[in-house]
Nanobody, 114 residues
Framework: VQVVESGGELVQPGGSLKLSCRVS????????IGWHRQAPGKQRELVAV???????SYGNSPEGRFTIARDNAQKRVYLQMNNLQPEDTAVYYC?????????WGQGTQVTVSS
């Protein structure tokens, strides 16, 4: 199983980024896929998750600025992030979850700074 994130980079406050997570080696459509993030000195937190049913949940931090979407044909989940702020700076991780089974990616760095 491989979980690979991409799209993180340095962006100015108020800017946008779109992260991508590709999952291979599993029957993608039956897995719940989520984005989590970890800022320096802080615990890892849920950003958003899209379940195999299509239902979506968001963590507290994005406050309506982030949108998660999945493309089962491409085996990808995307995280569109708008109006980014310095407090969004973190390593963003993708996790594939099916019952007790879970697989994490290595993360992609998002830095919001002027």
């Amino acid at each position: 199983v491989q979980v690979v994130e991409s799209g993180g980079e340095l962006v100015q406050p108020g800017g946008s980024l779109k992260l991508s997570c590709r999952v291979s080696g599993v029957f993608f459509s039956v897995w719940d896929i989520g984005w989590h993030r970890q800022a320096p000195g802080k615990q890892r937190e849920l950003v958003a998750v899209v379940r195999r049913s299509g239902t979506i949940s968001y963590g507290n931090s994005p406050e309506g600025r982030f949108t998660i979407a999945r493309d089962n044909a491409q085996k990808r989940v995307y995280l569109q992030m708008n109006n980014l702020q310095p407090e969004d700076t973190a390593v963003y991780y993708c996790k594939a979850n099916l019952g007790p089974r879970e697989h994490w990616g290595q993360g992609t760095q998002v830095t919001v700074s002027s």
